[in-house]
């Protein structure tokens, strides 16, 4: 089965909230006002070439996780990407690259465009809410979380300490008919491993409430997949579907797991395990510091995100759900994102220490003692990104079957980038550990000889030319950011090594630091006074804004502000920031690119920094009206139209626009001397 064109959201109505079991979480402050003719695009650029698309924009697709697996669902109740058991393992449905790569639905018979969706608030659980002619009804989405339950023996995935909370390994599809009466149809066509194995279905016993599907060859190779239900599944060659009239007051689960977890038996275990996972986020979300203000929203949402893009087994953080999303419409800019990079895991928390949401590092720093070599003495350099699991190989592969999402091509799995140097890793690790060991009462003695030698690598190289922060896959040059994120980790290792009572390397990373700044300011500097993004070379790079981010240089010295006004200025298309000018950099890459959402939230952050706090604000609410329908947001914004695109939802731009807002935030609030939220740690 191929999935036909997705129809275009439409405005909620009365009726629709009215109908639902809960209030309508409110839209914030800033963000797009209801009616788009389109999903994610203003009603101004949408077209019917548009809507006849099959594919839906990417910024309309849902979220979810279980910390250990996650997935998109289409804005018509669609399952278009599932990798499992892990994040980065092979797909299972994977029709937001290929319409032909499976799928799983569950929604309305022949009515795709919802009435509403939002998500339960403090939550990833996902709700819609469809009108029919002849009735309504509400959907509930999850991947389910339970108490933690290893409890007579030890784990074989887990190397992280145990929570209160676990994955159960089942995504709970749950539907309640609350008005008139309403035909009903799942259908769920699995395509293993990246759709390149089809699916053989059978039922597990006489009854028609249970089938298990398997990859047509080597099956043991692959997930077994169960489907559990109280509707009548029919199996259709590689489809498993079931249909039903429902009536006011009816209920249907559907229930899809792969391990040995027992998946609900009847509509009210299913709803208790809903309720449980509601109250699981919930529980961590109330640990957060959220200021009272429009955009808590916001800040929660992201927040969230964060928290479903790490791998509790190993403490690991994606940088994004999902791989080739084209940062180019029908381009070659597409990659696999969903693994775990250093340097934007450490960003990430950042973010996360801005909203007092701190234990996730312990975690990622123990992944870190973990692929660093530090639990089993043998240590060795940091890769830029590892597997969830640490793997350190992370071959790069091109899947020629698959059409690309609209067309862009290749689909790529694994990452090139993983053996590149990229000399800002260590200054960014070394920052983020600062920050952390600021709330703790010492260093680990296993992570500071990992420490240590990280300041060593940045010795080590910081003279030589590297990949840079964007990972060019041009001819390696002398990037100032990697040569200021090497200043950073002379810097914070220079502070941290106080905190030891280390001081003889103190005073030697501290001289070798004032070395580094100063090569950077004599090289990196062009004549107005701006930071160039490499040595030799005017070209400008939203990465500069690291410069103030970092502390680098205090806001108030002059090449701060020539270097974040130059960048607001030049960098941009419609006020949104590029990374940098595709026709200045040699990334090895052809086509154009969309504005790169990171970098804007930084420059929201950097006006903030240099007293352009009016400005910084415009922006914000300018960046905050461009969130998806529900609040994520993709790698990339295109300016002329809104439309995201990207690896989605992406970690980056989520720590980012929390640093952003926050900043915004406390501006505002020492200006009116109000004083009323103060985030738990400065971001950097």
């Not at 002619?133 to 007579?152: C, F, K, Q, S």
């Not at 940088?319 to 029908?330: G, V």
């Not at 895991?345 to 720093?365: I, V």
């Amino acid at each position: 089965m191929v999935l036909q064109t997705q129809p275009a959201d439409q405005p909620t109505s009365p009726a629709a909230r009215d109908a639902q079991s809960e209030a309508l979480e409110a839209r914030p402050q800033g963000a797009p006002t209801d009616g788009p003719v389109e999903f994610g695009l203003p009603a101004a650029v949408a077209s019917n070439a548009s809507l006849r698309n099959p594919f839906p924009p990417i910024a309309d697709y849902a979220f979810l996780s279980d910390w250990e697996t996650t997935c998109l669902i289409s804005p018509a109740g669609s399952v278009e990407w599932m990798c499992v058991p892990r994040p980065d393992s092979p797909s299972v449905f994977g029709a937001v690259l290929d319409r032909s790569a499976g799928h799983f639905r569950i929604g309305p018979y022949g009515v795709s465009v919802p009435a509403a969706r939002r998500y339960l608030p403090g939550s990833l659980i996902m709700e819609t809410t469809w009108q029919t002619h002849t009735g309504w009804l509400i959907v509930r989405d999850a991947l389910v979380m339970g108490p933690w339950h290893d409890i007579e023996r030890r784990s074989r995935t887990h190397r992280r300490t145990p929570m209160d909370w676990d994955a159960e390994h089942i995504l709970l599809r749950t539907v309640r008919c609350v008005s008139g009466t309403v035909e009903l149809m799942m259908s769920c066509e699995p395509a293993f491993d990246y759709h390149r194995l089809g699916a053989n279905w059978e039922y597990s016993a006489n009854a028609y409430s249970e089938a298990i599907a398997r990859a047509t060859k080597q099956p043991d190779a692959h997930p077994t997949l169960r489907l559990t239900t109280n509707l009548r599944i029919g199996l259709e060659g590689r489809e498993a579907r079931a249909r039903t009239r429902m009536v006011e007051g009816d209920d249907v689960f559907v229930a899809l797991s792969w391990t040995k977890h027992p998946a609900p038996q009847t509509y009210e275990e299913a709803a208790d395990k809903m309720w449980k996972t509601t109250e699981c986020w919930r529980q961590w979300i109330n640990i957060g510091n959220f200021p009272d203000h429009p955009w808590r929203a916001y800040l929660q949402r992201s927040a969230l995100t964060l928290k479903g893009l790490t791998y509790s087994p190993t403490g690991a953080l994606l940088a994004a759900a999902t791989t080739s999303l084209p940062e180019t419409p029908q381009g070659e800019r597409n990659w696999d994102y969903r693994y775990a990079w250093v340097r934007d895991s450490t960003f990430a928390l950042w973010g996360l220490y801005t909203l007092g949401l701190d234990r996730e590092a312990d975690d990622f720093f123990a992944f870190i003692a973990d692929v660093s070599g530090a639990n089993n003495n043998d240590p060795h350099p940091l890769q830029v990104m590892y597997g969830v699991g640490g793997e350190r190989s992370l071959v790069e592969e091109e899947l020629h079957h698959l059409s690309g999402y609209d067309q862009a091509r290749p689909v790529r799995i694994g990452n090139g980038a993983y053996n590149q140097n990229q000399h800002d890793i260590w200054g960014s690790i070394l920052d983020s550990f600062y920050l952390h060991a600021k709330s703790r009462e010492q260093v680990s003695e296993t992570l500071w000889p990992v420490l240590k030698r990280q300041v060593e690598e940045a010795i080590k190289h910081w003279r030589e030319p590297d990949r840079g922060i964007w990972e060019v896959r041009g001819e390696p040059q002398h990037f100032t950011s990697s040569k200021v994120m090497c200043w950073v980790a002379l810097d914070r290792g220079c502070k941290l090594a106080e905190r030891q009572g280390e001081t003889s390397y103190a005073q030697q990373w501290r001289a070798i630091a004032e070395e580094i700044k100063a090569d950077i300011l004599e090289h990196g500097v062009d004549s107005r006074g701006v930071f160039t993004q490499r040595y030799g070379d005017d070209a400008l790079d939203a990465s500069l804004l690291l410069v103030v981010l970092t502390r680098f240089l205090p806001p108030d010295d002059p090449r701060v502000r020539n270097t974040v006004l130059a960048i607001a200025d030049e960098l941009t298309e419609e006020g949104l920031v590029l990374r940098y000018r595709v026709e200045e950099t040699d990334d090895g890459l052809t086509g154009e690119e969309g504005t790169f959402t990171i970098c804007s939230f930084w420059l929201v952050s950097a006006l903030v920094e240099i007293g352009e706090v009016v400005r910084a604000k415009r922006l914000c609410e300018r960046l905050l009206s461009y969130a998806s329908p529900l609040l994520l947001y993709a790698e990339e914004i295109e300016p002329r139209t809104g439309r995201h695109l990207g690896n989605f939802p992406q970690a980056f731009t989520h720590l980012a626009l929390i640093n952003a807002v926050v900043h915004v935030i406390r501006a505002e609030e020492e200006a009116d001397s109000s004083g009323m939220f103060q985030p738990a740690n400065a971001p950097m």
